[in-house]
Antibody, heavy 117, light 107 residues
Framework: QVQLKESGPGLVQPSETLSLTCTVS????????VSWVRQPSGKGPEWMGR???????AYNSALKSRLSISRDTSKNQVFLKMNSLQTDDTGTYYC???????????WGQGVMVTVSS | DIQMTQSPASLSASLEEIVTITCQAS??????LAWYQQKPGKSPQLLIY???SLADGVPSRFSGSRSGTQYSLKISRLQVEDIGIYYC?????????FGGGTKLELK
């Protein structure tokens, strides 16, 4: 069955870089795109960016200067790197599979990231 | 970016009651509208996409509709397992954007 699982540090120091990994199973990264979505506590989700099935990427312009998404298809993994973290980057980070367009049909369990010294 | 405005922010309803949540798009998004349900401590779950299409496994008591740039999610007979937060999301253009959410509670 389709599964996505995020992994990475739960605590990041201000100004440092966040690195997260999304490991997928049950589908191919060359057939489906994967997006990263984050959600501050008590707020609505925010789309961060996307790795297309063909290897292309798209980013939210609000984060583009700090964000990089890449993949390793041999390991079924998609990576997120975001630099210059601040306290308002605190929240739960999800990776999601997208149907054609931007309909997110499967989500990982999420990883809680706290930015604090 | 397209703004999605949900109402109400919170809603209290009784079992078997009809519940309607609305979402207003700041510009034309056609039928590129999805609804998600999120339960406490869980990931959002896709309920409806393309304004009216039910995702796999979603009960038929859920339905979606559109009038211009206003979209609605209707639960025909509220059940205990429907309690949670509901989000709309436009899938028309980059970046996809979500509404602020509607918290649905039992009365």
């Amino acid at each position: 069955q389709v599964q996505l699982k995020e992994s990475g540090p739960g605590l990041v120091q201000p100004s440092e870089t966040l690195s997260l990994t999304c490991t997928v199973s049950g589908f191919s990264l060359t057939s489906y795109s994967v997006s990263w979505v984050r959600q501050p506590s008590g707020k609505g989700p925010e789309w961060m960016g996307r790795m297309w099935y063909d290897g292309d990427t798209a980013y939210n312009s609000a984060l583009k200067s700090r964000l990089s998404i890449s993949r390793d298809t041999s390991k079924n993994q998609v990576f997120l790197k975001m630099n210059s973290l601040q306290t308002d980057d605190t929240g739960t980070y999800y990776c999601t599979r997208a149907l054609p367009g931007y309909n997110f049909d499967y989500w990982g369990q999420g990883v809680m990231v706290t930015v604090s010294s | 970016d397209i703004q999605m405005t949900q109402s109400p922010a919170s809603l209290s309803a009784s079992l078997e009651e009809i519940v309607t949540i609305t979402c207003q798009a700041s510009q034309n998004i056609g039928n590129w509208l999805a609804w998600y349900q999120q339960k406490p401590g869980k990931s959002p779950q896709l309920l409806i996409y393309g304004t009216t299409s039910l995702a796999d496994g979603v009960p038929s008591r859920f339905s979606g509709s559109r009038s211009g740039t206003q979209y609605s999610l209707k639960i025909s007979r509220l059940q205990v397992e429907d309690i949670g937060i509901y989000y709309c999301q436009q899938a028309s253009s980059t970046p996809p954007t979500f509404g602020g959410g509607t918290k649905l509670e039992l009365k």
